[in-house]
């Protein structure tokens, strides 16, 4: 008799939150966008596409309660993650690291990357409309597959080398931040608007 187990597995959480602030998210996404000089021009210096707060603001919490409410409700969210990843936090819970606004323009795309220094990251989209390119995962053991054959069109998720998920307004979604991930090109008119944040 033959039985499989899965090892190793890679875990992606996905939620939905109420999407009644979205409203609220977006004007404060587009307002720190327009007063952020600095976020713009990293963004620029940088090839963005767009705009991040990433490396210009690290107070967002504290400047929107909409933001601060967010990532209370993130946070709950975060908790479950753990939880289920068994994670041995000694009695302590992980923590908000960092939190910042991305608004990304037609054609924008966020190069593969993951998250060092962190445990938990992830991403809440505000505002995502058609076209608007989706997050991309890719496998971890890559490369280590020198002599793998391509996979089949239609393989399980759990054996792709790459999986999609395309956004939605209102989606959250976690992962462990060593897992590479990037974001296709934004194929929309209107920008993309997101929240993305790490817990340490």
């Not at 008799?1 to 009644?20: D, E, K, P």
């Not at 759990?158 to 974001?183: C, D, Q, T």
């Amino acid at each position: 008799m033959a039985n499989f187990q899965t090892l190793f597995a890679t875990r992606l959480y996905q939620a939905r939150l109420s999407g009644a602030r979205n409203a609220v998210l977006e004007k404060t996404c587009l307002g720190l966008a327009a007063e952020d000089k600095a976020g713009r021009r990293w963004a620029r210096e940088h090839g963005y596409g767009g705009y991040t707060s990433y490396a210009s603001l690290n107070d967002l919490t504290r400047r929107a309660s909409v933001l601060a409410e967010l990532e209370r409700d993130i946070a709950k969210h975060v908790a479950i993650f753990a939880r289920d990843a068994q994670f041995d936090l000694g009695g302590r819970r992980l923590k908000l690291d960092s939190l910042w606004v991305n608004v990304m323009d037609k054609g924008a795309i966020h190069a593969p990357h993951i998250h060092p220094h962190s445990a938990v990251s992830g991403t809440y989209y505000v505002s995502t409309p058609d076209r608007a390119g989706a997050i991309r995962f890719e496998d971890p053991r890559l490369a280590m597959q020198m002599a793998t054959p391509p996979k089949k069109k239609h393989a399980r998720p759990e054996n792709r080398a790459f999986v999609s998920i395309a956004p939605k307004p209102g989606m959250l979604l976690l992962w462990e931040s060593w897992l590479r991930h990037g974001v296709e090109p934004n194929g929309a008119k209107r920008p993309r608007i997101s929240v993305s944040f790490n817990y340490a």
